[in-house]
C-alpha cells in the first residue's frame, strides 16, 4: 500500500489531498490530511492524472511502424516524461506496414503495463489536397474499401476527411464499434463537418493544420470547430505549428475543449539532424521545429509535457487547465479512465509549478522517483 499526500488534481480543481493506492490502483481519495500521516509519503508538486498523448509518430529516432521492441522504447522515453498513456499514430502508408503496425500495437496495448493504449489511424482517407508530408500515391477514398487492419480491435482513434466518398459511412460504422473519429487532413465545408458529427466524429485532428484558414466569409474546418458544441479541438501548441496569439484566441472561445496532442514525430527526444518517417526524409532543425525537404512541417519535436508549458505560457491556463488538456480530456475522448478516482489505475504524473515533471508512476510503480518527498 502506498498513500501519497500533496496537491491533487481531481475533476478540474487542485487541492490538498491524498491518495490511497494498492494493487496498481487508486483505492482512495480524500482532502486534508490522511487518516494516518506517519505512513503517508509526502510529495512536493501537483499530483495529476498522468498525460495522454494521442497522436505520436515515434521519438528518439523511432518509429511506432519500426515493431514491438521500438514501441515498447518509444514508451519508455515518453514515460520519463510524464505519458502514462498514447496512440502510436500511423500515418499513411502500405497496407502490409500498417498491418503489422497495427498488429504490433495491439500486442502491447493488451498489456496493463505498457503506456501503449491503442492505435491512432491517421490515413489513408485524407483529402490529397491537405496530405501534408502524407504519400498522395498511397492516399484512398473510403468508397474504394476500407482495409482490412481497419477492424482491429485496438483502434481508438481515426483521422479522415469527411468529404471523401463513403467517408460518412465509414463513420458512422466506426462509432458504432465505439472508435473515435476526428475531422483531419480536409478542406470539407461547414456543412459536410456537421454531417460528419452526426455521424460519430468528435474531434478536430491538429486544428488549423492541414485544413483551409479560417476566413470571415468561409469559415471552413476551423470556424465550424470553434463554434461546434461537443467538438474536441486538438491542438499542437509547440510553439510552431499555431502562433501563440492564436492559442490564446483558442483558449478565450472554446479552451475547455481543447486537447494537446504532441504529433511527435521520430525525431522528438532526438538531437538536430536528418530522419526518415513513413519514406519521407525529415529534418529536426536547432530551433526545434521537424520539416520536410520542401519546408513544410513534418511533425513536431516536442513532448506532451511541454505543451502543457506552453499552451499555460501562451494562453494564461491554469495548469491545472493545462494538465487537464492533455491528461483528463484526452483520456476521456477516447474512453480511458478520466481521473485519479477510485478504481482508477494509478497512472500519474507529479509536476512542480512551472509544469516541470517531478516523477512518474504506472500503475502504482514509480518509473520516475519523486525528490524532495518525506
Known amino acids: 500500500m502506498t498513500v501519497l499526500v500533496g496537491r491533487v488534481l481531481h475533476e478540474g480543481r487542485v487541492a490538498d489531498g491524498w491518495l490511497r493506492i494498492e494493487a496498481g490502483l487508486v483505492v482512495e481519495l480524500g482532502w486534508g490530511e490522511p487518516p494516518e500521516p506517519r505512513a503517508a509519503r509526502y510529495i512536493s508538486g501537483t499530483i495529476s492524472r498522468g498525460l495522454v498523448d494521442l497522436q505520436v509518430n515515434g521519438a528518439g529516432g523511432e518509429s511506432v511502424t519500426d515493431g514491438v521492441d521500438a514501441l515498447v522504447r518509444i514508451g519508455e522515453r515518453l514515460l520519463a ?37 491503442g492505435a491512432h489511424l491517421e490515413g489513408p482517407f ?9 504519400c498522395a500515391e498511397l492516399l484512398r477514398e473510403p468508397a474504394d474499401g476500407v482495409p482490412p487492419y481497419y477492424e482491429n480491435d485496438c483502434l481508438r482513434l481515426v483521422t479522415l476527411a469527411p468529404e471523401l466518398p463513403g467517408a460518412l459511412e465509414l463513420c458512422r460504422n466506426l462509432a458504432r464499434r465505439g472508435v473515435r473519429v476526428s475531422i483531419g487532413h480536409t478542406a470539407a465545408s461547414p456543412a459536410v463537418c456537421a454531417q460528419a458529427q452526426e455521424a460519430g466524429a468528435g474531434m478536430a485532428t491538429h486544428l488549423f493544420n492541414s485544413m483551409p484558414p479560417l476566413h470571415h466569409r468561409n469559415p471552413g474546418v476551423v470556424g465550424w470547430a470553434l463554434a461546434a458544441g461537443r467538438v474536441a479541438l486538438g491542438l499542437i501548441a509547440d510553439g510552431h505549428h499555431v502562433h501563440p496569439t492564436v492559442l490564446r484566441l483558442v483558449h478565450s472561445v472554446a479552451g475547455e475543449r481543447v486537447v494537446l496532442t504532441s504529433d511527435a514525430s521520430v525525431a522528438a527526444l532526438a538531437p538536430p539532424g536528418s530522419y526518415t518517417q513513413a519514406g519521407v526524409q525529415i529534418e529536426h532543425t536547432s530551433d526545434g521545429r521537424v520539416v520536410s525537404a520542401q519546408g513544410s512541417l513534418a511533425g513536431s519535436g516536442a513532448t506532451l509535457d511541454e505543451l502543457v508549458r506552453t499552451w499555460r505560457d501562451a494562453t494564461g491556463a491554469t ?15 477516447v474512453g480511458l479512465t478520466a481521473d485519479l478516482a477510485p478504481g482508477a489505475p494509478a497512472d500519474l504524473v507529479v509536476v512542480d509549478d512551472g509544469g516541470q515533471v517531478l516523477a512518474v508512476m504506472k500503475n502504482g510503480r514509480w518509473v520516475r522517483e519523486p525528490d524532495g518527498c518525506s
Open 126 to 134: 485524407l483529402n490529397p489536397e491537405r496530405r501534408g508530408v502524407h
Open 81 to 117: 516524461r510524464g505519458v502514462t498513456s498514447f496512440l502510436p499514430t500511423v500515418i499513411t502508408t502500405s497496407d502490409d506496414e500498417a498491418r503489422a503496425a497495427v498488429a504490433a500495437i495491439a500486442e502491447l496495448a493488451r498489456d496493463p503495463s505498457s503506456p501503449v493504449a
Open 319 to 333: 495548469l491545472a487547465e493545462a494538465l487537464c488538456a492533455a491528461s483528463t480530456a484526452p483520456a476521456r475522448l
